[in-house]
């Protein structure tokens, strides 16, 4: 029986070590891991594909044109992804080389369990052989014991027949038997299913094998694949980075080839820098200098400006000085011309006859002239020839235009600061009037003076400036009146300036400015106005009035600052006919005395002035005291005679033409004049009819010229014979 429960325990720890063996060697786990390497594979074949994409993508990436910097980027790029890729192959390899060591490791561990398989089955086959053998040695025993089974039953009956306890025991021993026999049964039974297993175990086994075999050769393969995959891959990426390279290089070259060139160019460019520098530099220092430069310069600029305004002052000076002492000279000239000439002149001006002359023989010319001789007038008087030598004679062809010009350098005088008085004298109707005024259409001196004025003054308007002021103004009876005031029957005064100069001046005269021919067109007319509305007889009371036209120049020299006044007095007298003390009463001789009076005055003052006197006797007459300024100095008189041609007016025209020989052949000699000048009372003047109608006034009045002229110096007038 020790035997039996040693075999059984044996049976159990076989049967568990089968189980053991069993679980160890179980489908499951094979199974499990080939799952875990088919998953592993199909990952790695995922993973190639994967890289398969991605070459296949850098493949087809177009090599684009290599651009400076953006080649060199992709090549970076394209280095980084190989570098990349080289990581991931590297990683594979490790990933690859990990599951050989796995696979190397299941193999180990498969070989170690066939081994331990075999030892099992080794071990089984010699337990089996030994159960067997025990079987064997059991059976043996139990056919040992059937054949002693007659003592048994003996045995038995002696024990039935010796003991009933032993008749139990017996029964027991048999049930025992029973038992063991059915358990042994059992146990074979489970040795033959065992058996079977172990076959089934065994093809399994095979079966594993040849599936681990299969895995093995498919790892093989996969390897094999993956091996070529990587070499295609690194082709690839060799191939790539010899492309890369390739372009890097020929970029590289470009570049080089670039970098050559702007080297020659930087080459080239250096010398012109380096010019460049310099120049740069000089300027600089030309720059830096330039301040000072310039402050030099400015300096002896300024010196020199200075210089040159010194030297254009000073010969300004010098010109100012010499343009003074020339008009100093001039003035000199002057006055030595008029000293010579006489700074009175008288001229006759014949009037043509007229309707007004009448007919008959009372109308008939008595004035002929010297066609070789202008100064030389030749009167017949009552059948008698008297002729007078003047300082020019105007025939009565004469234009306003040719007396004029006569005049015209005295008018232009008044310009330069000269005084001027130009008198028509003449009796009534001899044409006093047609000469200073004229007619409208033939306008006389008046006009024409101011015209000239006006005309001389502008073409002097660069260098002065001037002002021409007008007044008019009339002497009836020793009284004066301005034609041109608010109220003409005003009498006005002459009053001494009371700034103490000696000058005269007419407070309340009217003076108007005129700057054109229409300006003194319109003082003309409001003159004449004027007269017209005071009188009814114009005509009448304009020959018995002087009328005075004053014209003052004012200049300012614009440079110099110097001043010059002129005045120009235009005086168309009062008619110089002779009233007789019986023909003349009341008003009309009263008329008569003022006019003689005046009239003597005024020869009295030229006579004075041109035999140079100490006194000039101005303020006998209002006229005379009116113009004492223009008179005295070195002013310059002219007097226009006028002569009325026809045969019964030669009484006055002798008279007329005595009174201009007489005031212009005024001894200037220091010794004689007063001896031959006498005064001419307003007495005289109004007695001296009766003196001229006999024949002895008309050869004093040629003897006076004749003295005159012999004595004066420089004088080449021819002394004259009367004709007859
Ligand atoms: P006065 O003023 O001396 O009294 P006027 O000048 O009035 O004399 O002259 C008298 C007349 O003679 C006027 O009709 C005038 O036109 C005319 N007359 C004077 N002189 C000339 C002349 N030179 N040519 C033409 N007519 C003249
Ligand atoms: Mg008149």
Sequence with gaps: TRGVEHLKEKLISQAQEVSRLRSELGGTDLEKHRDLLMVENERLRQEMRRCEAELQELRAKPAAPCTGCEHSQESTQLRDRLSQLQLEVAENKGLLSELNLEVQQ?????????????????????????LSRRLRDSHETIASLRAQSPPIKYVIKTVEVESSKTKQALSESQAR???????????RQVLKEMEQQLQSSHQLTAQLRAQIAMYESELERAHGQMLEEMQSLEEDKNRAIEEAFARAQVEMKAVHENLAGVRTNLLTLQPALRT????????????????????????????????AIEEVNSNNQELLRKYRRELQLRKKCHNELVRL????????????????DGEGPEATNAVTFDPDDDSIIHLLHKGKPVSFE???????QASQQDVFQEVQALITSCIDGFNVCIFAYGQTGAGKTYTMEGT????????????????????????????????????????????????????LEIRLCPDGSGQLYVPGLTEFQVQSVEDINKVFEFGHTNRTTEFTNLNEHSSRSHALLIVTVRGVDCSTGLRTTGKLNLVDLAGSERVGKSGAEGSRLREAQHINKSLSALGDVIAALRSRQGHVPFRNSKLTYLLQDSLSGDSKTLMVVQVSPVEKNTSETLYSLKFAERVRSVELGPGSRRTELGSWSSQEHLEWESACQTPQPSARAHSAPGSGTTSRPGSIRRKLQPSA
């Design 106 to 130: 299941k193999t180990d561990r498969l070989a170690e369990v066939e081994l331990r398989l075999k030892d099992c089955l080794a071990e089984k086959a010699q337990e089996e052989e030994r």
């Design 177 to 187: 038997n029973q038992h063991l026999q059915e358990q042994v049964a059992m146990q």
């Design 276 to 307: 460049l520098t310099n120049d740069y530099n000089g300027l600089k220092r030309q720059v830096r200098g330039f301040p000072l430069l310039l402050q030099e310069a400015l300096k002896s600029v300024k010196a020199e400006i200075g210089q």
């Design 341 to 356: 000439k006489g700074n009175i002149r008288v001229i006759a001006r014949v009037r043509p006859v007229t309707k007004e």
């Design 390 to 396: 003047l300082d020019k004679v105007f025939s009565s």
């Design 440 to 491: 409208p259409e033939n306008p006389g001196i008046n006009q024409r003076a101011l015209r000239l004025l006006f005309s001389e003054v502008q073409e002097k308007a660069s260098d002065w400036e001037y002002t021409i002021t007008v007044s008019a103004a009339e002497i009836y009876n020793e009284a004066l009146r301005d034609l041109l005031g608010q109220e003409p029957q005003e009498k």
